[in-house]
């Protein structure tokens, strides 16, 4: 890749939420961004025409996860249209909350279809295609420090991400290519707020000392550092931007 020629992340699960914001902070950052979604093409496209009207450069990529095959072509359509990939946000997910006891199977295996299964068929890709120097940037999440109740399965596969994380990160010796994870606290997100009573959401917004709620752009804000120069001696971590939660 020549000094000048313009790097490429494809974002997972960018459509809306915390995706939505990492994909419009990494193109004001300079990058080409693939804005993946899996059944939202109408605010996908949204976020790439919000990303062209600053000045940015994007497309939308319809693929579903959890199948090796839609991430396969994904990545195969980037490298063409593009002539290679450098990031991967490993940002899709989904959340389902109950006590491990009464939990069923198509709850586990949805989790672990999108969350786990669908990170590492991201990351398969990456770490097959990505340029030298490029960043796998994979999501995980606080619960994972602070075990709270209900979160049982969806903690689990993020767990195991931060796991991939770190193996990874060794495995891509000799490319200069970092692997990390970001772990988020709990973010001011359409997903997290609804559902909630506002009694909940202040109780959990005042469980870290800055006393609020994460925002999407902080965590923009992390990612982008990942993704950029700066954050290149930052490698196999997990970050918890959590405001100090745990």
């Given at each position: 890749m020549t000094a000048n020629q313009t790097k490429v992340a494809i974002v997972t699960g960018a459509s809306r939420g915390i995706g939505a914001a990492i994909a419009e902070r990494l193109a004001k950052d300079g990058f080409t961004v693939v804005v993946n979604y899996a059944g939202s093409a109408a605010e996908a496209g949204d976020v790439v025409r919000k990303i062209e009207k600053a000045g940015g450069t994007a497309v939308?990529?319809?693929?579903?996860?959890?199948?090796?095959?839609?991430?396969?072509?994904?990545?195969?359509?980037?490298?063409?249209?593009?002539?290679?990939?450098?990031?991967?946000?490993?940002?899709?997910?989904?959340?389902?909350?109950?006590?491990?006891?009464?939990?069923?199977?198509?709850?586990?295996?949805?989790?672990?279809?999108?969350?786990?299964?669908?990170?590492?068929?991201?990351?398969?890709?990456?770490?097959?295609?990505?340029?030298?120097?490029?960043?796998?940037?994979?999501?995980?999440?606080?619960v994972v420090g602070l075990k709270l109740e209900n979160y049982g399965i969806y903690a689990a596969t993020k767990a195991a991400i931060e796991m991939m994380t770190g193996i990874m990160a060794k495995e891509m010796r000799g490319r200069s290519i970092t692997v990390n994870a970001v772990a988020p606290g709990p973010v001011a997100t359409e997903l997290f707020l609804h559902g909630k009573s506002d009694e909940l959401i202040d109780k959990m917004a005042k469980m870290n000392p800055m006393e609020r709620l994460g925002t999407p752009e902080d965590i923009a804000n992390v990612v982008s550092f990942l993704a950029g120069p700066d954050g290149a001696w930052i490698n196999g971590q997990m970050l918890r931007a959590n405001g100090g939660m745990v």
């Open positions: 939308t990529a319809q693929a579903d996860v959890s199948k090796p095959e839609d991430v396969r072509r994904m990545f195969q359509s980037a490298e063409t249209a593009f002539g290679g990939i450098d990031v991967l946000v490993n940002n899709a997910g989904v959340m389902a909350l109950s006590p491990i006891a009464d939990a069923d199977d198509a709850t586990f295996d949805r989790l672990t279809a999108i969350n786990l299964k669908g990170s590492f068929n991201a990351m398969r890709e990456a770490g097959q295609r990505l340029r030298s120097g490029g960043r796998i940037i994979n999501f995980s999440t606080s």
